[in-house]
């Protein structure tokens, strides 16, 4: 037990330089536990070898979490972990257990559940001790090596505890206990168990009150809004994605019911055309199936115009966050890509870590919103993201790397990093940079390359970051670029016609990129997640459909087979949850890597039409149902199999939060599913784990919008596209350093084909639809056993035929672009957006 004064002596001592000792750490895979791996702590990774020892000597367990591009994981390392008065506290008290929070979500659930439970907040790093047996008994997340703004130092801390352990071990341990039964009994409390029956496929979430929760959330949303500046809540501002795809498709609801009351207002609603070929074997309770209307409550005129007001209102929200977003700091305005979140309200200076989770789902946000509104500032800022993943975090084999950090030196001489040092500006730097071009130029008016730049993006001779936004004072005197100002408002300010604005801009950010591009880089996690991963399949598959960008879909395809190859086991059906540095981790996939992983197979199934990845879907899909599906709990999924004792209790209960919620997308594929392959049974399981939620739905409907996402398609109208072609309609040209196929193979037909498929994809915001394509002999044999009336769809004059299908009944084939425009539209009125 060390006395006070060691404490103190040890808490003053400064960080010595790194250490050429090394831990057991360094044998891992992990980036961020090899950044440990020096330290004069006595890490252990999380396992067998560190938990023996705790038993045997009888010593609790000190646990850090974090993750290798974690801001304060790096200032608590530099000022404690690397502090040998610190590290010898630890090390003669405590058996210390490092664990990267992305490799080990399983870990980090649990003790987070912990923390907040009992602190009210939560983040990282986490530190918790816990017994020899892993029962959490205190913790937190950052602490300082000192007393200093009301958090007790981390010294004191170890001090405090070895000594309750022990004088009062006893009472710890029964103290522990009880929190691990209250956490047991309420962690998943709030879900409530729905049977799984085909009578439970009509009857669940019945149709008011799914409306009632949809609107409570939209209302809910809506109170949350910042209408001057975008977002929801005040600083820190995160993006949040699953909100934003929540609205875009609550837009189609209030959009249909929008167009449905002006149907009947007029008498003029059209009745369905009666059918060419069904899905043969549809389930009856699918061809029932009700779908959301508007609300009983409000009649005629006044239920008209509630329902315009909330289309109006939903995409305000969308369009003035998307636009905030992608004009403020969180947005790379030379790079592309977006930062983790803005740590003031006005979305300029970032917390500067960019995760590949991130992109993924940006890119498809905005590809969503052009999708929808056709604004083109958003397609172009999905394309400059995702070209960004694919320069940057892209693995030559085709897996994506998971994370940038946000410090790193500010040149080649620096000895220590900062935050967002790669990103920032001086106004010197800037000025030399852009004033070169104009001098070469010889331009002498005010209307500078330099000048027109800082007028656009905010610079400032003095800085453009507030003081309150930069509290520690890394960036004082800095510039981060934020555009203040629009296209044609610069023009019109230097009256200068707007294409030459626009190239004096674009020549600017690719001078000042070339200069960025030389200072020292940014820390790189380049394990490869198999979550993350999926999601990133998905983006680029999605968005090379709606930008219609061949590049995208073919670095989702190589994704996919990256996948396959490398973080699948073919023996035992799993995936395992990372991949670095050639070699997979021993660490099994998560619920959310599978469902990840699903979706990525179906989005890219429906893009390019290769039933190898809907076949693949459908065994991760079994799988997912034999490691965590909870057969006594009414519905749901796990988020841990059953394979680690290590592991103390099993949680289900996610929030749609920086990540989607694993079950919140398993719902989702589940319907998507039953669809796409006639599978009733998927959809009864989907309708019981949607309406295990109604508690949340109710209570905390903003923790759950993809979950909300899944009960909207629930009740939606089930639309299947066919698409029947002679060729594959993604016969689309390879990438440049791909062999392209000869220009006479683009058949007429062929393009024909991938028209039809520009307007499913591309040119008609249509949420929760089902795209089969039926493009060769192999897909017919695939979908032969699943959909027995396959072989009823056919080309109609030998040309390439959509089918649409709504609650398995199809109306006539049509063979043009017009027809089928024309077709979706009145089978499901999603109106356009026009800001």
């Not at 795809?245 to 369905?272: C, E, G, I, M, W």
């Not at 220590?416 to 070469?440: F, H, P």
């Not at 879909?553 to 670095?580: C, D, P």
């Amino acid at each position: 037990m060390p006395s006070s004064a060691a404490t103190a002596a040890a808490a003053a001592a400064p960080a010595p330089a790194p250490s050429v000792a090394t831990n057991r750490l360094a044998t891992e895979k992990s980036p961020y536990l090899l950044q440990h791996a020096h330290n004069p702590v006595d890490w252990y990774p999380w396992g067998p070898e560190a938990f023996q020892k705790a038993r045997e000597r009888q010593l609790p367990i000190f646990l850090s979490v974090g993750y290798s591009t974690c801001h304060w994981c790096h200032v608590m390392e530099e000022q404690s972990f690397m502090n040998p008065g610190i590290a010898s506290i630890m090390n003669k008290n405590f058996v210390n257990i490092k664990v990267d929070r992305e490799e080990r979500p399983d870990v980090d659930r649990v003790y987070m559940a912990f923390i907040t439970a009992t602190t009210g907040h939560g983040g990282w790093p986490m530190s918790v001790w816990l017994t020899p047996e892993l029962t959490p008994i205190f913790g937190g997340t950052y602490f300082p090596p000192e007393d200093k703004w009301g958090t007790p130092g981390f010294p004191f801390l170890l001090a405090k505890i070895a000594a309750l352990w022990s004088s009062r071990r006893d009472e710890i341990l029964l103290k522990g206990r009880g929190i691990m039964q209250l956490l047991e009994q309420g962690i998943d409390a709030r879900l409530q168990p729905t049977e799984e029956s085909n009578e439970g496929a009509v009857s669940d979430a019945k149709q008011d009150s799914a409306r009632d929760w949809l609107e409570l959330a939209f209302t809910k949303f809506e109170e949350e809004f910042d209408p001057q500046l975008g977002g929801f809540g005040g600083a820190p501002k995160f993006p949040r994605p699953v909100i934003l795809q929540f609205l875009l498709n609550l837009y189609a609801h209030f959009s249909r019911v929008t167009a449905s009351l002006k149907a009947q207002a007029t008498d003029a609603t059209p009745s369905p055309t009666s059918a060419s070929p069904r899905l043969a074997g549809a389930p009856v309770a699918a061809a029932a199936a009700t779908t959301l209307s508007a609300s009983p409550k409000l009649k005629g005129s006044r239920r008209l115009s509630v329902a315009e007001r909330n289309c109006l209102q939903t995409m305000r929200m969308c369009t003035t966050t998307l636009d905030a977003m992608h004009r403020g700091g969180l947005y790379d305005h030379l790079g592309g890509g977006f930062h983790r979140y803005s740590v003031d309200q006005f979305w300029h200076v970032p917390h500067f870590e960019k995760m590949l989770f991130d992109q993924a789902q940006l890119a498809l946000t905005y590809a969503m919103g052009f999708q929808l509104t056709r604004i083109p500032a958003y397609a172009q800022v999905c394309r400059d993201t995702l070209a960004y993943v694919l320069r940057d975090l892209a693995h030559p084999l085709g897996g994506f790397f998971s994370a940038e950090d946000a410090d790193s030196l500010p040149s080649v001489t620096s000895e220590s990093k900062s935050e967002g040092a790669y990103y920032v500006w001086s106004y010197e730097e800037i000025s030399t940079t852009l004033s070169q071009g104009d001098c070469a130029a010889g331009v002498a008016s005010n209307a500078t390359d330099l000048a027109v730049f800082c007028y656009a993006f905010g610079v400032r001779p003095q800085g453009n970051i507030r003081r309150e936004s930069n509290p520690h004072g890394e960036l004082a005197r800095k510039n981060h670029l934020f555009q203040e100002y629009t296209l044609q408002e610069t023009a019109d300010h230097f009256h200068l016609p707007l294409a030459d604005v626009a190239n004096r801009l674009e020549n600017a950010r690719a001078r000042l990129h070339g200069i960025r591009a030389a200072r020292p880089r940014p820390h790189l996690d380049d394990k490869i997640i198999a979550a993350w991963n999926g999601l990133m399949i998905s983006a680029l598959a999605k968005a090379g459909g709606v930008v219609e960008e061949p590049l995208f879909i073919h670095a989702a395809q190589k994704a996919a087979r990256f996948l396959r190859g490398s973080m699948y086991n073919t023996e035992s059906g799993q995936l395992v949850r990372s991949w670095r540095d050639g070699s997979a981790s021993k660490v099994g996939g998560f619920l959310s890597d599978y469902a990840f992983v699903i979706q990525g197979l179906l989005d890219l199934y429906e893009v390019d039409g290769d039933t190898t990845w809907l076949e693949w879907a459908l065994q991760l899909q079994s799988k997912q149902d034999e490691l965590f599906h909870d057969p006594n709990g009414g519905g749901g999924y796990f988020v841990t199999s059953t394979h680690d004792p290590s592991i103390l209790v099993r949680l289900k209960c996610e929030e749609d939060s920086a990540e989607p919620a694993g079950n919140s997308i398993a719902a989702i594929n589940l319907l998507r599913l039953a669809n796409l392959v006639n599978r009733p049974e998927m959809r009864d399981r989907a309708a019981a784990l949607i309406t295990s939620h109604q508690f949340l739905f109710s209570n905390a409907p903003t923790a759950l919008p993809m979950m909300l996402s899944a009960l909207q398609f629930l009740h939606s109208p089930n639309v299947q596209v066919v698409l029947v072609t002679k060729n594959s309609p993604t016969d689309v040209p390879k990438p440049k350093d791909e062999p392209t196929r000869p220009a006479a193979a683009a058949s007429a037909a062929s393009e024909a084909a991938t028209e039809l498929q520009s307007v499913v994809l591309s040119q008609c915001f249509i949420p929760f639809k089902s795209i089969v394509h039926l493009q060769s002999d192999a897909s017919r044999r695939f979908l032969r056993n699943k959909l027995p009336a396959v072989d009823d769809y056919q080309m109609i004059d030998n040309q390439p035929t959509a089918y649409v299908c709504q609650s398995f009944a199809c109306q006539a084939p049509v063979t043009s672009v017009r027809e089928l425009r024309t077709l979706l539209g009145a089978t499901l009125p999603v109106q356009p957006f026009s800001p």
